[in-house]
């Protein structure tokens, strides 16, 4: 009897331990479940992009077109005013480099000294028009330095790469036999044939400035422009009377010592766009602070005439 009720307890022991053991058993797992994190399945929260900043890059680089040998002819722009005016050197290439240089030196000018732009003008330099030209003198592509330039008169690098002279291409009183101090040369198979006029052409068409400055050298004078014998344009006029006053060139109406066929400034004339050509007064200097307050003195007016 006694062992029975043994084993009966024995029995009842090993229920209750199997009972405890399931029961804790349960707490745990039930703990496990409770601290393991959930995964979330909610879409991902999307935070916006800020938007990226606009910056205006001054000056603005651009190509108008490309030379013969497939050089860039590259204009600078700076400011967003209404009215643009743009200046231009070397048409006349390597003959005519400190044109270039002096065009370069602008551009350096107004990278440092934004304020001096007018709020209402833009401002266009193309440094240089015959970039074939002035590689055939300096033997480098783009800029240069005084120091790049031998000596001699350069007179091989005056015309492009066809052996046009570019200032007798342009489309006012244009011929294809045309002259230069007494000699002949070739004013291209037709106005506008070369792709050097022809991209400054298609630039002026499209970009219509308020007016336009060439740097040349060397006769020491400001030369308005007229197309047919008519009267320049009364803008032509003040501009060259401002740029002369505060450089201290003299001014001229017409370059009369010889004929002068298919002239960039005689053709933007015609165009009813003014247009003058400052000569420099030799061949190896930029005259830095006389064309500086040249170019001051034609924002000056441009900006007064707007207000």
């Given at each position: 009897m006694k062992s029975r009720i043994k084993i009966v307890i024995a029995i009842c022991c090993i229920a209750l331990f199997g009972a405890t053991l399931f029961f804790l058993s349960s707490l745990r797992?039930?703990?496990?479940?409770?601290?393991?994190?959930?995964?979330?399945t909610a879409a991902p929260v999307t935070v916006p992009a800020q938007p990226a900043e606009t910056k205006v890059s001054d000056p603005r680089i651009d190509s108008l077109g490309f030379s013969v040998k497939g050089r860039k002819i590259q204009s600078y722009t700076f400011g967003n005013g209404k009215k643009l005016l743009v200046f231009a050197g070397g048409i006349h290439g390597g003959y005519e480099w400190n044109s270039v240089i002096l065009a370069y030196e602008l551009i350096d000018y107004l990278d440092q000294n934004r304020e001096s732009i007018p709020?209402?003008?833009t401002i266009t330099?193309?440094?240089?028009l015959n970039p074939d030209g002035v590689f055939k003198v300096v033997h480098k592509e783009g800029r240069f330095a005084m120091s790049d330039v031998p000596a001699g008169s350069n007179e091989e690098g005056r015309l492009n790469a066809n052996?046009?002279?570019?200032?007798?291409?342009?489309?006012?009183?244009?011929?294809?036999?045309?002259?230069?101090?007494?000699?002949?040369?070739?004013?291209?198979?037709a106005a506008f044939s070369e792709p050097e006029s022809a991209a400054l052409k298609q630039f002026i068409l499209a970009a219509k400035p308020a007016a336009v400055i060439f740097w040349h050298s060397q006769s020491n004078t400001i030369y308005g422009s007229q197309c047919g014998g008519g009267d320049m344009l009364t803008e032509t006029v003040d501009m060259m009377n401002a740029y002369s006053k505060a450089s201290g060139y003299k001014t001229a109406e017409t370059f009369t010592q010889y004929e002068v066929t298919g002239d960039a400034t005689d053709w933007l004339s015609s165009i009813k766009i003014p247009a003058m050509t400052v000569e420099l007064a030799t061949h190896n200097t930029i005259e830095w602070d006389r064309n500086l307050a040249g170019v001051k003195a034609i924002f000056d007016y441009f900006e007064k005439a707007d207000l």
């Open positions: 797992k039930e703990a496990v479940k409770i601290n393991t994190p959930k995964t979330n709020k209402n003008l330099i193309i440094p240089s052996a046009v002279d570019l200032n007798r291409n342009f489309g006012c009183n244009w011929k294809a036999d045309a002259i230069w101090k007494g000699n002949n040369v070739s004013g291209g198979k």
